[in-house]
């Protein structure tokens, strides 16, 4: 059931959708943190599932460390990783079975399996539907003893840059509600509890540096919002603070502080994205900020819990739109929302408007058993929720409209289902939205006021009762700059005049992101230069540039490519933009599009509404008929499928290119990967308490009980020579790998 407008449930998610992220045309992955949830894998309860978009019907994968608060980013592979998390605990939440030495956290618990998630790195190959989840390929790699972050990192930022590395921002080391102590007197590090550095993956030399930003901002910086800018600088803003950050130099540039105090970071969580990068706004990135909390700063308290009622403290209508890359760069005050909203989430549609969903009317994000003001946990109303009065209407921000009127909920239906902390929000390839998660609860519980959530929700925008757009021809990757490409939209992909629907017709691309805590990390879109020739059989051809040159704009990696026609998308089709590879990618001139040539008279064939349930039924394959999922990087095959000579010599040059820089970096990279193991090389923060450098790492000895309860045999410990870090330190899937050779002479190592 696919109403315009309208919510439909669909299905159960088996875990609570804390994180999400859609890995292929058909697969969406699920993670929550460790908790009891019903549904086990391997013995204990069951953190993590996938999602098929045919059947809306989920299985369980098994992960073995605390995904709880992670950051996640895709790679130019189409592969997505997560960072960080909780150390392992146990039911109600209690510190696991198996302590950390010194007493501080627990690296396994017994109940729940769990192992300590606070420096781990989880890689996913996405694979096809009816693959094996819980095999070692498509399963999550998740093992700290081979591959960990440098520091520990729980709510941190993660951004992409245009080689495909992922930034790693700040974040507490163990846990609390915001980031310091009470009065705060040690803004870097809080005694231990804060990590006010960054690194990168794969990892560069050197200890991780401290960002100042995230000293200057101490408390309100966990999550900080992130966008990378044309310059290859970053956008970052937590608390009430502003930066452009040079993060290879470690320099920052003030911009202006965020008008009205709202905070925007968790937990006020604001709603934030980057607006449609255009031809007609030339790329130029502008930032929208809307609703938060403006709390008095000393009401946030600390670590421990709010200093006040926060359920009763209405959030922020605020919005506010910034364009860092202007001469004077400044904030302007935007539309305000209907309603308040704090944990409200911005999914940009294909059509380049802005969905607003989630969240609730007053409060903030996180949880506790207290605050300054309510101690006795039984007096608490909405149980361990911050937040109160869920919004369940959505909105729709038009940010071409002229101010004033670029909000509509028009024709929008409510949920039933309060989404609270915790919950999840994601562009789906159909151009539906999926929802999912809440649980503002330490543990599961089904009968709180908020309770722990497995429902999903699909909501179907308007542009649903329209007539969707056909595509034939799209190649499934885009490079920078270069020839043209055409893509084919038959006759019965719309009605009236050809010349009309072909002169409105925009082809955008949108990449969903990694979604969690109302917050899409990576989600970006970018509408692509298009001319066209209308064919005398009522058909027309796009002719469509590549990406601008530049990778800043639009980070390498997956996304979707959307036709859109009088308002109405087409099936997305799953495309990875760039060489596949991190590192420099292949950059060319644009050529020139030819004219765009009409003919009089001719219509289209399409019968509107006759298409309007096409639902997820469609998104199992792609509009194309191209191959829907990439398992691996496939070079190879992802060459052969570019539509045009021109179009593939191209690609093919800027692959020859990407391949002789990459072997040229091996010696050194090999090097500094040597030179500093990405485990065990100690804390990198100063004063931090946390002794996890202190486990003895790399020997399996310690950890024999959980590989057996968690089921694992030497078979599986073995397959997973098959994940391989390669010359730059990303792991990969190497179906081509033989696992009794690994080794010096494949050119690849076991990653330590
Ligand atoms: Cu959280």
């Known amino acids: ?428 390839p159909d151009a539906s939205v999926l929802v999912a998660g809440s649980n503002p609860n330490i543990d599961v519980n089904l009968t709180a006021p908020f309770p722990t959530n497995y429902q999903a929700e699909i909501f179907y925008p308007p542009y649903f009762s329209g007539l969707r757009p056909k595509t034939e021809g799209v190649p499934s990757q885009l490079g920078y700059g270069g020839s043209p490409f055409d893509v084919l939209v038959p006759s019965s992909s719309y009605a009236g005049s050809a010349n009309t629907a072909a002169s409105g017709t925009q082809v955008t691309i949108v990449r969903p992101g990694f979604t969690t805590h109302a917050m899409n990390m990576g989600q970006r879109f970018l509408r692509l230069n298009s001319t066209y020739t209308v064919h005398s059989n009522g058909s027309f051809t796009l002719h469509v540039s590549q990406v601008p040159p530049n990778p800043n704009l639009f980070q390498p990696g997956p996304a979707f490519l959307y036709v859109v026609i009088g308002g109405t998308p087409s099936i997305g089709s799953y495309v990875i933009v760039g060489n596949g590879g991190i590192g420099a990618q292949n950059v060319a001139d644009v050529q020139a599009l030819p004219a765009s040539v009409g003919l009089d008279g001719i219509a289209g064939k399409g019968e509107s509404g006759s298409e309007t349930s096409s639902s997820n039924s469609a998104s199992g394959t792609d509009s194309g008929g191209n191959p829907t999922s990439t398992s691996g990087l496939g070079t190879g095959a992802i060459v052969g499928l570019v539509v045009g000579p021109a179009a593939l010599l191209a690609v093919v040059a800027g692959i020859a290119v990407a391949v002789l820089r990459r072997r040229r970096r091996q010696a050194r990279v090999a090097v500094l990967v040597n030179q500093y193991p990405m485990i065990g090389g100690g804390m990198g923060v100063g004063g931090a308490a946390h002794p996890y450098a202190n486990v003895p790492l790399g020997s399996h000895a310690d950890l024999s009980t959980p590989y057996e309860r968690s089921g694992r045999t030497d078979s599986f410990v073995n397959g997973h020579d098959r994940w391989q870090e390669d010359d730059l330190g990303v792991a990969r899937w190497r179906d081509d790998a033989p696992v009794a050779s690994v080794g010096a002479d494949t050119g690849y190592r076991r990653m330590r």
């Open 1 to 428: 059931m696919s109403t315009p407008g309208q919510f439909a449930l669909a299905g159960n998610t088996l875990i609570s959708t804390m994180m999400m992220l859609v890995g292929s045309s058909s697969l969406v992955y699920m993670l929550d943190k460790a908790e009891g949830n019903a549904a086990q894998v391997n013995g204990h309860p069951a953190w993590g599932s996938v999602y098929d978009l045919t059947t809306n019907k989920a299985q369980v994968m098994d992960v073995r460390t605390n995904v709880f608060c992670a950051s996640g980013m895709h790679l130019p592979n189409g592969s997505f990783v997560t960072f960080g998390g909780n150390g392992a605990i146990g039911p109600g939440g209690a510190m696991g079975s198996r302590l950390n030495p010194g007493g501080w956290s627990a690296s396994w618990d017994v109940d729940y399996g769990d192992f300590d998630g606070t420096k781990a790195i989880r890689i996913l190959n996405i694979c096809d539907k009816t693959d094996n989840f819980l095999s070692t390929k498509c399963g999550w790699f998740d093992e700290p003893e081979l591959l960990s972050m440098k520091s520990q990192r729980w709510y941190s930022a993660a951004e992409a840059t245009g080689t495909g590395e992922i930034v790693l921002i700040g974040g507490f080391t163990s846990g609390g509600y915001i980031n310091r102590n009470w009065p705060n007197v040690d803004p870097a590090y809080e005694g231990g509890a804060a990590n006010p550095t960054f690194e990168f993956y794969p990892p560069r030399s050197g200890d991780p540096p401290v960002m100042q930003f995230m000293v200057s901002t101490s408390g309100l910086n966990a999550y900080a919002h992130t966008f990378l800018m044309p310059d290859g600088r970053m956008f970052v803003q937590a608390n009430l603070s502003t930066v452009l950050w040079d993060f290879n130099a470690n320099v920052e540039t003030p911009l202006p502080p965020m008008p009205n105090g709202v905070v925007r970071v968790y937990p006020a969580s604001g709603a934030v994205a980057m607006l449609p990068l255009t031809p007609e706004n030339n790329w130029t990135p502008t930032i929208l900020f809307c609703g938060g909390s403006d709390m008095p700063d000393e009401a946030w308290g600390n670590y421990s819990f709010p200093a006040i009622n926060t359920w009763d403290y209405p959030a922020s209508k605020d919005c506010q739109r910034i364009s860092p890359t202007d001469p004077s760069p400044a904030y302007t005050t935007d539309d305000a929302m209907a309603d308040g909203r704090t944990m409200g989430q911005f999914i940009i549609l294909p059509t380049g408007k802005l969905l607003l969903l989630n969240g609730g009317a007053n409060g903030t994000a996180g949880f506790s058993q207290a605050t300054g003001q309510t101690s006795d946990f039984s007096q608490m109303p909405f149980a361990e929720s911050l937040a109160s009065g869920p919004v369940f209407t959505p909105s729709l921000y038009d940010p071409e409209a002229p101010p004033g009127k670029r909000w509509s909920s028009a024709g929008l239906g409510a949920s039933t289902i309060p989404r609270l902390y915790h919950s999840t929000a994601i562009l789906l």
